[in-house]
């Protein structure tokens, strides 16, 4: 069982989360402000993730995780209603874990949490250094060529041959950008010609399947007007 | 109040009194010391009894009562003349002189003589028969009796005087001018004009016997009066003598005094002028401000009058009194100083409030046909400018033709002139043609020096300066305006979300509610679109706003067209199989390739590729075509809308016109309005055509 610390001084969001995330099987812990949150951490030790509204009355979320992040390693969600670019970076440099904005998809936020959590819990395991050339990852995206099994954050994900291959392609060079022709060219190891899209479908298709977000990618970016990459972590 | 007495003004006033003082006192002086009589022997300090001046004038005493004798003796019966008195005395005297002949000279002199004629035993005196002149011998000690005193007896002199000793004699023959010999003319009948030596009171000569009525038959005492009671030749030149003497060793340290004072006197009177009492500054009054000409020709009109007074009246002093005379002149001389004080007064005053040029007659002239340049229109000032270049010309042309080579040299230089004048309003006029040009292409923070354009342009450089800043503020105010509008869109947006935010988690809480009729999952359902609706309508509005007020930031890459499109076109895949859309893609031969921002890009293709899944008739084609021309790259989608449009294709760009007139289907309405300022804020265009029911977009971008 694990803790979550939810703040919001909105206090049916906090329900909402509280509703959603124990159906999860997690056991939630409230508070409305970043002092009340500050004050929880402080008699409680056992706490696995944090879910932490930015605008907030007494002490913001902002504040609030710098605080945090001075003794503590404990995941942190920031959840805001600021979507701008520079409201995402200002929190992830201020401490955050990651960014979802409101109004949120429960489902993502679902997702976003079991992965932190996952990640958080298993940390020291999770990283199966095995001395096989045969695994390629990029933070937790795993490819286990040996037995053709996909993994982000520990779960198994289920993809087509033409999608794992582009995958594999990918991430085997991860952080180079690659131009449809020239996936093309690379994974059906013949000569392009020209006029097809469908490796934009498959892409779309392996984002929907390994992204939380498909329009947010975290691993399979799209460059617009130049290509495709698996991000570098 | 307390009266402030303008002190520069009193000294002024004092100095003027001062001045002529001073500058006559100092005229005198220099005169003084300039004047040509005796100017070494005034050094040396002489004795004036011992200066050639009054041998000079004393021998012609001598020569005048020798002359006078001569008169008397041939008029002594007649008495033809009238302008003397000789009355005749006997007297028993020794033995020889039987008479006296008493003359009386009514012009006076100071010098007494005594002419004994041996001859006729009769004497001669210009002394008045007294009864101390009675006798020879007391006419011979009354004359005698003077400190300076000359005697000539029987060939020989016996003097005090010692230019007129017999050592010294030559010299007084050499300073007697020819009138004097003339005049003793009739007694001497040999006279040669270079033998001057052989006058009567040459001893030497005298017994020679040429002058046989004068050699030894005179014997003259004569003397000066010790004191003087005529006026004549000798008075005159030792009172100037004197005088001069005392300037000379007493008085020459006065001169630099004086010219000290004076040049002080100036700084003085020119401070002093224009001051007053009542007021800072200097007082101007109507005669400061006529032309400076009109202004010279009244001070010397009263000037005139001063010198009638001075020449005409004054002078003409035989018909008044001495002091009378000497009154007027004074009073015409003062006119005269009062003329020259109020003309210089004026002068300075105008120099010194910078008005001297302006009040000149010259710079009145200048003025009024500047006036008439300037009030006259460019195209006409231009013709008179180049008739007068024509006529200088023509002028130049005929100098050349009559003296050659400075008429070339005039030519040039009024070719110069006239070729400096042309550059210099070309030269304007292109500063201005480029102010413009940068205007037009949007640079309002250009602005023109209008220093440096010529006169005739330099209000239209104003004008384009106004316009310019003009135009930067309305930029300014309307940008201000719109970030003002996205970051209250920004903020509201803020405020709507976390409402929202709880409505659609609530909304989904209840779906998942099992205790539900049919009804109420309809009815959820509806919340459900309705509240995810509004989700995306306050994101649009966010984008949208600061879409239109450029409150974006780019990142500016080379993006290859082909490659977008394909990727686009791959995400959307799906959505358009699921509407039985057909999307038939038209690529260029090769690549091609755009600067713009990957990101926005997207954003703007994929409001595209979403209308049309959402707006576009089912089971219709899709056309994509990507074409190069004329430098642009130009992305053309064309689809059939679902629906009737039955509004313009600017109506649609609208934000929140939607080309139907439900408004049940999911979307914002912004999808073009945001797509469109997008793209403009990349340097591309976007454009919407409506045919009927077909729908076309082009987004133009110049190619890379």
């Given at each position: 069982?694990?803790?979550?610390?939810?703040?919001?001084d909105?206090?049916?969001?906090?329900?909402?989360?509280?509703?959603?995330?124990?159906?999860?099987?997690?056991?939630?812990?409230?508070?409305?402000?970043?002092?009340?949150?500050l004050e929880?951490?402080?008699?409680?030790?056992d706490?696995?993730?944090?879910?932490?509204?930015?605008?907030?009355p007494?002490l913001?979320?902002?504040?609030?995780?710098?605080?945090?992040?001075k003794?503590?390693?404990?995941?942190?969600?920031?959840?805001?209603?600021?979507?701008?670019?520079?409201?995402?970076?200002?929190?992830?440099?201020?401490?955050?874990?990651?960014?979802?904005?409101?109004?949120?998809?429960?489902?993502?936020?679902?997702?976003?949490?079991?992965s932190?959590?996952?990640?958080?819990?298993?940390?020291?395991?999770?990283?199966?250094?095995e001395?096989?050339?045969?695994?390629?990852?990029?933070?937790?995206?795993?490819?286990?060529?040996?037995t053709?099994?996909?993994?982000?954050?520990?779960?198994?994900?289920?993809?087509?041959?033409?999608?794992?291959?582009?995958?594999?392609?990918?991430?085997?060079?991860k952080?180079?950008?690659?131009?449809?022709?020239?996936?093309?060219?690379?994974?059906?190891?013949?000569e392009?010609?020209?006029?097809?899209?469908?490796?934009?479908?498959?892409?779309?298709?392996?984002?929907?399947?390994?992204?939380?977000?498909?329009?947010?990618?975290k691993?399979?970016?799209?460059?617009?007007?130049?290509?495709?990459k698996?991000?570098?972590? | 109040?307390?009266?402030k007495i303008?002190?520069?003004?009193?000294?002024?006033?004092?100095?003027?009194?001062?001045f002529?003082?001073?500058?006559?006192?100092?005229v005198?002086?220099?005169?003084?010391?300039s004047?040509?009589?005796?100017?070494?022997?005034?050094?040396?300090?002489?004795?004036?009894?011992?200066?050639?001046?009054?041998?000079?004038d004393?021998?012609?005493e001598?020569?005048?009562?020798?002359?006078?004798?001569?008169?008397?003796?041939?008029?002594?019966?007649?008495?033809?003349?009238?302008?003397?008195?000789s009355?005749?005395?006997?007297?028993e005297?020794?033995?020889?002189?039987?008479?006296?002949?008493?003359y009386?000279?009514?012009?006076?002199?100071?010098?007494?003589?005594?002419?004994?004629?041996?001859?006729?035993?009769?004497?001669y005196?210009?002394?008045?028969?007294?009864?101390?002149?009675?006798?020879?011998?007391?006419?011979?000690?009354?004359?005698?009796?003077n400190?300076?005193?000359?005697?000539?007896?029987?060939?020989?002199?016996?003097?005090?005087?010692?230019k007129?000793?017999?050592?010294?004699?030559?010299?007084?023959?050499?300073t007697?001018?020819?009138?004097?010999?003339?005049?003793?003319?009739?007694?001497?009948?040999?006279?040669?004009?270079?033998?001057?030596?052989n006058?009567?009171?040459?001893?030497?000569?005298?017994?020679n016997?040429?002058?046989?009525?004068?050699?030894?038959?005179?014997t003259?005492?004569?003397?000066?009066?010790?004191?003087?009671?005529?006026?004549?030749?000798?008075?005159?030149?030792?009172?100037?003598?004197?005088?001069?003497?005392?300037?000379?060793?007493?008085?020459?340290?006065?001169?630099?005094?004086?010219?000290g004072?004076?040049?002080?006197?100036?700084p003085?009177?020119?401070?002093?002028?224009?001051?007053t009492?009542?007021q800072?500054g200097?007082?101007?009054?109507?005669?400061?401000k006529?032309?400076?000409?009109?202004?010279?020709?009244?001070?010397?009109?009263?000037?005139?009058?001063?010198?009638?007074f001075?020449v005409?009246?004054?002078?003409?002093?035989?018909?008044?009194?001495?002091t009378?005379?000497?009154?007027?002149m004074?009073?015409?001389?003062?006119?005269m100083?009062?003329?020259?004080?109020?003309?210089?007064?004026?002068?300075?005053?105008?120099?010194?409030?910078?008005?001297?040029i302006?009040?000149?007659?010259?710079?009145?002239?200048?003025i009024?046909?500047?006036?008439?340049?300037?009030?006259?229109?460019i195209?006409?000032r231009?013709?008179?400018?180049?008739?007068?270049?024509?006529?200088?010309?023509?002028?130049?042309?005929?100098?050349?033709?009559?003296?050659?080579?400075?008429?070339?040299?005039?030519?040039?230089?009024?070719?110069?002139?006239?070729?400096?004048?042309?550059?210099?309003?070309?030269?304007s006029?292109s500063?201005?043609?480029?102010?413009?040009?940068?205007l037009?292409?949007?640079?309002t923070?250009?602005?023109?020096?209008?220093?440096?354009?010529?006169?005739?342009m330099?209000?239209t450089?104003?004008?384009?300066?106004?316009?310019?800043?003009?135009?930067?503020?309305?930029?300014?105010?309307?940008?201000?305006?719109?970030r003002?509008?996205?970051?209250?869109?920004?903020?509201?947006?803020?405020?709507i979300?976390?409402?929202?935010t709880?409505?659609?988690?609530y909304?989904?809480?209840?779906?998942k509610?099992?205790?539900q009729?049919?009804?109420?999952?309809?009815?959820?359902?509806?919340?459900?679109?309705?509240?995810?609706?509004?989700?995306k309508?306050?994101?649009?509005?966010?984008?949208?706003?600061?879409?239109?007020s450029?409150?974006?930031?780019?990142?500016?890459?080379?993006?290859?067209?082909?490659?977008?499109?394909?990727?686009?076109?791959?995400?959307?895949?799906?959505?358009?199989?699921?509407?039985?859309?057909h999307?038939?893609?038209?690529?260029?031969?090769?690549?091609?390739?755009?600067?713009?921002?990957?990101?926005?890009m997207?954003?703007?293709?994929?409001?595209?590729y979403?209308n049309?899944?959402?707006y576009?008739?089912?089971?219709?084609?899709?056309?994509?075509?990507?074409?190069?021309?004329?430098?642009?790259?130009?992305?053309?989608?064309?689809?059939?809308?679902?629906?009737?449009?039955?509004?313009?294709?600017?109506?649609?760009m609208?934000?929140?016109?939607?080309?139907?007139?439900?408004?049940n289907?999911?979307?914002?309405?912004?999808?073009?309005?945001?797509?469109?300022?997008?793209?403009?804020?990349?340097?591309?265009?976007?454009?919407?055509?409506?045919?009927?029911?077909?729908?076309?977009?082009?987004?133009?971008?110049?190619?890379n």
């Amino acid at each position: 069982m694990y803790n979550i610390l939810v703040c919001d001084d909105d206090k049916e969001i906090v329900k909402a989360i509280e509703i959603y995330l124990s159906k999860e099987g997690y056991n939630i812990l409230k508070a409305y402000d970043g002092m009340e949150a500050l004050e929880i951490l402080k008699k409680n030790d056992d706490i696995q993730l944090i879910i932490l509204d930015i605008m907030m009355p007494k002490l913001d979320g902002i504040e609030t995780a710098n605080i945090i992040r001075k003794d503590k390693s404990i995941p942190i969600i920031m959840l805001s209603a600021k979507s701008e670019d520079y409201d995402k970076i200002s929190g992830l440099n201020n401490g955050a874990d990651d960014y979802v904005t409101k109004p949120f998809n429960p489902l993502e936020l679902i997702a976003r949490v079991n992965s932190q959590i996952r990640r958080y819990t298993s940390l020291g395991s999770m990283v199966k250094k095995e001395d096989n050339n045969n695994i390629y990852s990029s933070g937790d995206l795993v490819i286990n060529d040996s037995t053709k099994v996909v993994e982000v954050d520990g779960k198994e994900v289920k993809l087509t041959p033409t999608e794992y291959n582009i995958l594999k392609f990918l991430t085997k060079n991860k952080g180079i950008v690659y131009s449809i022709e020239q996936i093309y060219e690379n994974v059906w190891e013949e000569e392009s010609y020209g006029a097809e899209n469908i490796i934009a479908v498959h892409i779309r298709h392996i984002r929907e399947k390994i992204e939380i977000n498909p329009r947010e990618p975290k691993y399979l970016k799209v460059i617009w007007g130049i290509g495709y990459k698996i991000e570098k972590f | 109040m307390e009266k402030k007495i303008c002190i520069p003004r009193v000294l002024k006033n004092i100095a003027y009194v001062l001045f002529p003082i001073f500058a006559t006192i100092l005229v005198l002086l220099i005169f003084c010391l300039s004047y040509p009589l005796e100017r070494e022997s005034i050094k040396a300090g002489v004795d004036f009894y011992d200066t050639n001046t009054f041998a000079e004038d004393y021998a012609k005493e001598i020569f005048g009562s020798l002359t006078t004798v001569d008169v008397l003796k041939d008029n002594y019966q007649t008495d033809a003349y009238s302008y003397y008195y000789s009355h005749t005395e006997t007297v028993e005297n020794n033995d020889e002189v039987k008479s006296i002949n008493y003359y009386t000279d009514y012009n006076g002199s100071n010098v007494v003589w005594l002419v004994l004629d041996n001859d006729t035993k009769i004497a001669y005196t210009n002394l008045n028969y007294s009864l101390d002149t009675s006798t020879i011998d007391n006419i011979k000690n009354k004359i005698m009796g003077n400190s300076q005193n000359w005697k000539y007896h029987d060939g020989s002199i016996q003097t005090t005087i010692e230019k007129l000793s017999n050592e010294n004699i030559e010299y007084i023959d050499s300073t007697l001018n020819q009138e004097d010999i003339e005049m003793l003319g009739n007694t001497e009948q040999s006279s040669e004009s270079n033998n001057k030596q052989n006058n009567v009171i040459d001893s030497e000569t005298a017994s020679n016997g040429q002058n046989a009525n004068l050699k030894n038959n005179y014997t003259i005492y004569t003397a000066l009066l010790d004191d003087m009671e005529y006026v004549d030749n000798i008075y005159r030149d030792r009172l100037l003598y004197n005088t001069l003497s005392i300037v000379n060793q007493n008085l020459v340290f006065l001169i630099p005094f004086l010219i000290g004072l004076i040049i002080a006197l100036i700084p003085i009177i020119v401070i002093g002028i224009g001051r007053t009492r009542k007021q800072e500054g200097i007082n101007l009054n109507w005669f400061d401000k006529i032309l400076i000409e009109f202004a010279a020709s009244i001070s010397i009109f009263i000037g005139c009058i001063g010198a009638v007074f001075t020449v005409s009246i004054g002078g003409a002093s035989t018909i008044v009194t001495f002091t009378l005379a000497i009154s007027i002149m004074a009073v015409g001389i003062l006119i005269m100083y009062l003329a020259c004080i109020l003309f210089f007064e004026t002068v300075v005053k105008r120099v010194k409030t910078h008005t001297f040029i302006k009040t000149t007659f010259a710079y009145w002239i200048y003025i009024k046909i500047k006036g008439f340049m300037l009030e006259l229109k460019i195209t006409k000032r231009f013709v008179l400018y180049f008739i007068a270049f024509i006529l200088a010309n023509l002028f130049t042309f005929a100098i050349m033709w009559s003296d050659g080579f400075p008429g070339i040299v005039l030519t040039i230089i009024l070719y110069v002139i006239a070729f400096s004048y042309i550059t210099k309003r070309i030269k304007s006029y292109s500063k201005i043609e480029d102010a413009i040009s940068k205007l037009y292409k949007g640079d309002t923070d250009m602005r023109l020096d209008e220093k440096e354009l010529c006169k005739e342009m330099q209000e239209t450089g104003k004008q384009i300066n106004d316009i310019a800043g003009g135009l930067s503020n309305a930029i300014n105010e309307k940008l201000k305006s719109e970030r003002l509008k996205t970051e209250l869109i920004t903020n509201v947006s803020h405020d709507i979300k976390t409402p929202l935010t709880s409505i659609i988690n609530y909304v989904d809480l209840l779906k998942k509610e099992d205790a539900q009729g049919e009804k109420a999952k309809e009815y959820l359902d509806i919340l459900d679109s309705k509240s995810q609706r509004l989700k995306k309508l306050t994101e649009d509005l966010v984008e949208a706003s600061k879409a239109s007020s450029g409150a974006i930031k780019l990142n500016i890459e080379r993006l290859n067209v082909n490659e977008l499109i394909k990727q686009v076109s791959g995400e959307f895949e799906d959505k358009f199989k699921s509407h039985n859309l057909h999307e038939i893609i038209t690529f260029p031969e090769s690549d091609v390739y755009i600067n713009a921002d990957s990101r926005y890009m997207y954003r703007v293709l994929e409001n595209m590729y979403s209308n049309i899944s959402k707006y576009a008739m089912e089971g219709t084609r899709v056309y994509t075509d990507i074409a190069e021309k004329d430098g642009d790259v130009i992305i053309q989608i064309k689809n059939v809308s679902k629906q009737k449009l039955n509004i313009s294709a600017d109506e649609l760009m609208q934000r929140f016109v939607r080309g139907e007139a439900s408004r049940n289907t999911e979307g914002s309405g912004l999808g073009l309005s945001i797509a469109r300022s997008l793209t403009e804020l990349q340097q591309g265009k976007f454009n919407i055509y409506l045919d009927g029911d077909l729908f076309k977009v082009t987004i133009k971008f110049k190619k890379n």
